[in-house]
């Protein structure tokens, strides 16, 4: 079984950055493909970055955000700049051993998510 918890999140006025991190129970990588997501009220969840060997984001974060690793710690970090009002939302970190990167189905293991709210 694997345990993903996420920490990190806040309040920050538009324009302002916020990491999130995200450590997993044991040295899960060389398994496991980790990614975020994130879901805002009234909406479904939704891809935001994903990493393995390669990077993975969504369009409307691409040169915002940094989805990084580090194996020694298990933790994966997203690095959040340029925030928006419309980035508002809970973030969830999740792991997959197989499947596509951007379907949230396809993955196994979820955080319990980390609330993150940009002011305008």
């Known amino acids: 079984q694997v345990q993903l918890v996420e920490s990190g999140g806040g309040l920050v006025q538009a324009g302002g950055s916020l990491r999130l991190s995200c450590t997993a129970s044991?040295?899960?990588?060389?398994?496991?493909?980790m990614g975020w997501f994130r879901q805002a009220p009234g909406k479904e969840r939704e891809f935001v970055a994903a990493?393995?060997?390669?990077?993975s984001y969504a369009d409307s974060v691409k040169g915002r955000f940094t989805i990084s690793k580090n194996n020694a710690e298990n933790t994966v970090y997203l690095q959040m700049n340029s925030l928006k009002p419309e980035d508002t939302g809970v973030y969830y970190c999740?792991?997959?051993?197989?499947?596509?990167?951007?379907?949230?189905?396809?993955?196994?293991?979820w955080g319990q998510g980390t609330q993150v709210t940009v002011s305008s």
């Open positions: 990493i393995t060997w390669m990077t």
């Open positions: 999740a792991a997959r051993k197989d499947g596509r990167t951007w379907d949230r189905k396809d993955y196994d293991y």
């Open positions: 044991g040295r899960i990588f060389s398994r496991y493909a």
